[in-house]
């Protein structure tokens, strides 16, 4: 009975992921992606225990895209999202929670840029430049972000989720 609910839910899952790897490999504005909505939430709909996988999706992507030095600042930016899901109650403290993590994402991985990077001076300066000149692509993260945050509420809010076995809505 509990391998027969693991198995459903565990391909449900696997088409989530998949959904990340589609839009990380195929062409689109830069930074327009569902990878911050769906590290929220995956953990809201599946368990903390999913948070892992997803950074194992954002691992094998990465792979075949190349890996890169921002890595630790990238993946863990999207745990804390996954994290923060767990104070996912309705609707409004979902879309919330999308828009934060998509400042916090910003702010976690431009950080990890000035620090480890070459292209910004170690000083309160650089880092003041470093967040300025993330800006254009942070409008592209926040747009995808909610923008995929409102279509997975739209999938709560049609009682779609039925497809997925024992999914209490919350």
């Not at 999308?98 to 620090?115: D, L």
Request: glycine share 8%; net charge positive; with cysteine.
């Amino acid at each position: 009975m509990f391998g027969n609910y693991l198995l459903k839910n565990f391909r449900v899952f696997l088409i989530c992921v998949g959904i990340v790897l589609l839009f990380r490999i195929i062409p689109h504005p830069p930074n327009f992606t569902p990878v911050i909505a769906l590290s929220l939430y995956l953990p809201f709909i599946f368990g903390l225990w999913s948070i892992p996988f997803c950074i194992l999706g954002f691992a094998i992507t990465d792979y075949y895209i190349g890996f890169h030095s921002l890595l630790f600042w990238t993946w863990g930016a999207l745990a804390f999202t996954g994290y923060t899901s767990k104070f996912c109650n309705k609707i409004y403290s979902r879309i919330i929670l999308s828009f934060i993590g998509a400042i916090t994402f910003f702010v976690i991985t431009n950080f990890g840029v000035w620090i480890t990077g070459t292209l910004y001076e170690i000083s309160v300066q650089g880092l003041l430049n470093c967040y300025i000149m993330a800006i254009p692509f942070f409008t592209n993260t926040l747009l995808g972000t909610m923008f995929f945050a409102v279509i997975f509420e739209l999938f709560i809010l049609s009682k779609l989720y039925f497809l997925i076995p024992n999914f209490k809505k919350k």
